[in-house]
């Protein structure tokens, strides 16, 4: 029996809709969590085996010291990765935020994106006013006003995006990694029965990725189902972000990229210590999979519509 943490509309439903949990050779019991920080901390705690996260939570696990592995890699446009203004801000450009209030929930990857975006601007997280605020707060807060921009994530970036309530300030391309990552229990990969099916997982899950690249629209239908999402607000989100992940290899880029996640943490005291991020990675299942920096697919959308 595989025990694997989910999100809402998160690899449960992608394999059930490309057809990749029929057959299964062993057994899947399933969790759902409302985000990667509790997700892992459940594979640190042994209640589940193995789960889906972005590209910072590992960090923030990582430097607490939890029992986890990375084990599979994906590479996305970043393009979903955004710092969201409402559409009649008079601020232009990220240099612009200064002195200004941006909400963004810790240890997401909306916090690392804002760092290195405000760093790219030349200013500081000292600079402006951080609100930490989780989705829904920042949602509220940033439609009534009371925030002058937020630093978020795909779908919620689709959502303000085709509602009309927002536009792109700036994004994650060419700041971001745009990596996500699946991260196994120590204890699962050292049972020999566990590790083949989380082998097996992972191959499942590159395959339904592969089918989500070709068919936005009927996942776009499937994941607004399983979300709540408007269809429209779906499939804005699979074209801009969530379906142009493509499988790479957790190679020396992929790791000297995280590191530098966990060391900008680490100096911010954001998090307890510095580590090194290899030392949680296990390759067994990269195969022949191409190189971490291998652009992401596209549907040559323009992000910040």
Not at 230 to 249: H, Q
Request: net charge positive.
């Amino acid at each position: 029996m595989l025990r694997v943490g989910d999100q809402k509309g998160g690899a449960e439903a992608v394999l059930r809709a490309a057809g990749e949990l029929d057959h299964l050779p062993y057994r899947v019991t399933w969790s759902t969590f409302t985000s990667g920080p509790p997700l892992l901390e459940a594979i640190n705690a042994k209640a589940v085996d193995f789960g889906g996260v972005g590209n910072t939570p590992p960090v923030f696990a990582a430097g607490a010291g939890s029992k986890i592995t990375v084990v599979a890699a994906t590479h996305g446009d970043p393009a979903g990765e955004a710092i969201l203004v409402p559409r009649d801000s008079p601020l232009r450009s990220a240099a612009d935020l200064k002195g200004r209030s941006i909400a963004v929930a810790q240890g997401s990857s909306a916090h690392f994106q804002l760092i290195a975006s405000l760093a790219k601007a030349g200013l500081r997280l000292s600079d402006v006013q951080v609100k930490l605020l989780q989705p829904a707060d920042a949602l509220a807060a940033f439609t009534s006003g009371k925030v002058d921009a937020w630093a978020v994530w795909d779908p919620y970036t689709s959502q303000v995006l085709e509602s009309g309530r927002g536009r792109v300030l700036t994004d994650g391309r060419g700041v971001v990694n745009g990596l996500g990552f699946q991260v196994a229990a120590p204890a699962a990969l050292a049972d020999a029965k566990k590790a083949a099916a989380i082998g097996d997982f992972v191959e499942r899950l590159r395959r339904a990725q592969d089918w989500v690249y070709r068919h936005p629209e009927a996942w776009a239908k499937v994941w607004s189902k399983e979300t709540g999402l408007p269809y429209e607000v779906a499939l804005a989100s699979v074209k801009r972000s969530n379906g142009t992940r493509i499988a790479v290899a957790l190679d020396p880029a992929a790791v000297a990229s995280e590191q530098k996640i966990a060391d900008t943490f680490a100096e911010l005291r954001m998090i307890p210590r510095k580590f090194r991020f290899a030392d949680f990675v296990d390759t067994r299942f990269d195969k022949n999979l191409p190189p971490s920096t291998t652009p992401a697919r596209s549907y040559g959308m323009d992000s910040s519509r």
